[in-house]
């Protein structure tokens, strides 16, 4: 069974970075897609970053030049570098699978709060 957590959100203000972390159990040799999504408040959750399972990168224009997507196999590990953050970056950012998005199925996420 696949299990996902996401960690390295925080309180920074605009302009500033942050590295979050997606910590992988259950998959083996990243054969999935792993995505970062986000949803603000009173907003509908939204396609970051993509990591396909041959490691090509794929981000949002909304943060494309400013947010990095990686991984590290070895440590099971996905992670979205995040630089110049803006006030509308506010969000609890998740991590997930495709398979995963289609049953609905998430874990907590990680708060992420810059302030202006």
């Known amino acids: 069974q696949v299990q996902l957590v996401e960690s390295g959100g925080g309180l920074v203000q605009a302009g500033g970075s942050l590295r979050l972390s997606c910590a992988a159990s259950?998959?083996?040799?990243?054969?999935?897609?792993i995505n970062w999504y986000r949803q603000a408040p009173g907003k509908q959750r939204e396609l970051v970053a993509t990591?396909?399972?041959?490691?090509?990168?794929d981000h949002a224009d909304s943060v494309k030049g400013r947010f990095s997507i990686s991984r590290d196999v070895a440590k099971n590990t996905v992670y979205l570098q995040m630089h110049s953050l803006k006030p509308e970056d506010t969000a609890v950012y998740y991590c997930n699978t495709p398979r995963r998005v289609a049953v609905d199925s998430w874990g907590q996420g990680t708060q992420v709060t810059v302030s202006s």
């Open positions: 990591i396909t399972s041959g490691g090509l990168a």
């Open positions: 259950g998959i083996i040799n990243f054969i999935n897609a």
